[in-house]
């Protein structure tokens, strides 16, 4: 039988039949009927449960890793990528506000629009865990990434469905807003979980507020310590918006936080933004601002700073830290490996890598992904 509806966990009681969640540090109290800030969990009867259990926006697609994106875990690789609806977020530049805004009906079947989009609405695919399983193994995936909208708040589904991941040997994979609280980090990080895309929006509280309509960052901060402490494969985007996060001192500020808090060795990919959903910038983010992002974290010791969404001369490769020789070229999607040795040495200089770039590196990858 197909569950789409299921107890939640990580939540408590309160006077007169409120729940409070703490799956997400929105740690919403929910009245009686009422649903939490991610729209998918909702209060029935004064327990909480999840609308979304095996609610799939499809049977999922078949991405390059890169497109997640994560440049120094399995390189090269496929990720069998699945969604669902709803998110703890309401970013005014959602690119995927079509399922990250979309209300769950109360069967988990489909999703539904507030306010303006109210005529519109979003069939959703019925999936058990067993048969998710199943779709990846065929499909030869070796990963697979839960991502597009907010994983977080589908905590019971990638808990039992990681479990089962795990027994087949798939690596599994966040694509996250990191807004999670320490409760539920703790469970993710005890499934199992090998990887994480944090999103590091902005380094303000005002920015969280203002763009993402959250009250403050702390969260998200504490998310990317705490997977990387508990051995976590972490790499941090940063979506560079005109005139909202992308100054000198915005750029300087994220360097600095993750060199003293994640580490020398940690990813940091920023991203250029183009105008969508409700446009908080009209401009597209310049090569010119992306390009001093990217030497800002060269000269701070960023090891392996990306530069994604745009053409980039080197932003798009992996460079040894020590002798700075090409490690891993990228053309699109498209991967070669120039100067990495099977042991994860340079080849040039023999620094060992292995606590830099994890897994074998995937040369036969593919510049297409694909739905199935
Ligand atoms: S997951 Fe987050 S947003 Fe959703 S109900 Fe729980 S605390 Fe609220
Ligand atoms: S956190 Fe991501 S999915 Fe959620 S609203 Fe923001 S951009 Fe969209």
């Given at each position: 039988m197909i569950i789409l509806i299921l107890k939640a966990k990580l939540w408590e009681k309160l006077d007169n039949k409120k729940v409070k969640c703490?799956?997400?540090?929105?740690?919403c109290v929910i009245s009686l009927g009422k649903v939490g800030i991610c729209r998918t969990r909702k209060n029935i009867e004064g327990e909480l449960f999840t609308?979304?259990?095996?609610?799939?926006?499809?049977?999922g697609s078949l991405d390059p890793i890169e497109k997640k994106p994560?440049?120094?875990?399995?390189?090269?690789h496929i990720a069998y990528s699945i969604a669902s609806i709803g998110c703890s977020f309401r970013c005014l530049?959602?690119?995927n506000w079509t399922i990250s805004q979309a209300n769950p009906t109360d069967n988990g079947k489909n999703g539904f629009y507030s306010d303006?989009?109210?005529?519109r609405k979003i069939s959703l695919y019925e999936m058990t865990p067993e048969a998710l399983v199943k779709n990846v193994v065929k499909s030869g995936a070796k990963t697979l990434a839960y991502t597009y909208?907010?994983?977080?708040?589908?905590h019971e589904w990638i808990i039992d469905t990681t479990k089962l991941l795990k027994k087949e040997g798939i690596k599994t994979i966040l694509v996250t807003n990191?807004?999670?609280?320490p409760e539920a980090s703790k469970e993710l990080i005890q499934v199992g979980i090998d990887a994480a895309n944090i999103d590091?929006?902005?380094?303000s509280d005002e920015f969280y507020k203002k763009i993402?309509?959250?009250?403050?960052l702390q969260p998200v901060l504490n998310t990317a310590k705490y997977f990387k402490e508990n051995k976590v494969h972490v790499e941090i985007t940063n979506l560079l918006i005109p005139d909202l996060n992308d100054k000198r001192e915005d750029i300087e500020k994220i360097c600095d936080w993750v060199l003293n808090?994640?580490?020398?060795e940690t990813p940091l990919h920023f991203s250029a933004y183009h105008p969508d959903?409700?446009?908080?910038?009209?401009e597209r983010t310049s090569y010119s601002v992306l390009d001093l992002a990217y030497n800002i974290a060269k000269e701070k010791g960023i090891f392996f700073p990306y530069i994604g969404n745009i053409n980039h001369n080197d932003g798009s490769n992996t460079f040894c830290?020590?002798?700075?020789?090409?490690l891993i070229e990228r053309n699109g999607y498209q991967i070669q490996?120039?100067?990495?040795?099977?042991?994860?040495?340079?080849?040039?200089?023999?620094?060992?890598?292995n606590g830099c770039i994890k897994g074998k590196i995937n040369?036969?990858?593919?510049?297409k992904f694909f739905f199935i």
């Amino acid at each position: 039988m197909i569950i789409l509806i299921l107890k939640a966990k990580l939540w408590e009681k309160l006077d007169n039949k409120k729940v409070k969640c703490h799956v997400c540090a929105n740690e919403c109290v929910i009245s009686l009927g009422k649903v939490g800030i991610c729209r998918t969990r909702k209060n029935i009867e004064g327990e909480l449960f999840t609308l979304i259990y095996g609610s799939h926006i499809s049977k999922g697609s078949l991405d390059p890793i890169e497109k997640k994106p994560l440049y120094n875990f399995w390189p090269g690789h496929i990720a069998y990528s699945i969604a669902s609806i709803g998110c703890s977020f309401r970013c005014l530049n959602c690119q995927n506000w079509t399922i990250s805004q979309a209300n769950p009906t109360d069967n988990g079947k489909n999703g539904f629009y507030s306010d303006e989009y109210s005529d519109r609405k979003i069939s959703l695919y019925e999936m058990t865990p067993e048969a998710l399983v199943k779709n990846v193994v065929k499909s030869g995936a070796k990963t697979l990434a839960y991502t597009y909208n907010e994983p977080l708040i589908w905590h019971e589904w990638i808990i039992d469905t990681t479990k089962l991941l795990k027994k087949e040997g798939i690596k599994t994979i966040l694509v996250t807003n990191g807004f999670s609280t320490p409760e539920a980090s703790k469970e993710l990080i005890q499934v199992g979980i090998d990887a994480a895309n944090i999103d590091i929006k902005g380094m303000s509280d005002e920015f969280y507020k203002k763009i993402c309509g959250v009250k403050t960052l702390q969260p998200v901060l504490n998310t990317a310590k705490y997977f990387k402490e508990n051995k976590v494969h972490v790499e941090i985007t940063n979506l560079l918006i005109p005139d909202l996060n992308d100054k000198r001192e915005d750029i300087e500020k994220i360097c600095d936080w993750v060199l003293n808090n994640l580490g020398e060795e940690t990813p940091l990919h920023f991203s250029a933004y183009h105008p969508d959903f409700k446009m908080p910038s009209n401009e597209r983010t310049s090569y010119s601002v992306l390009d001093l992002a990217y030497n800002i974290a060269k000269e701070k010791g960023i090891f392996f700073p990306y530069i994604g969404n745009i053409n980039h001369n080197d932003g798009s490769n992996t460079f040894c830290p020590n002798c700075k020789i090409i490690l891993i070229e990228r053309n699109g999607y498209q991967i070669q490996n120039k100067n990495l040795t099977a042991n994860n040495t340079c080849k040039n200089c023999s620094f060992d890598l292995n606590g830099c770039i994890k897994g074998k590196i995937n040369e036969n990858s593919s510049n297409k992904f694909f739905f199935i």
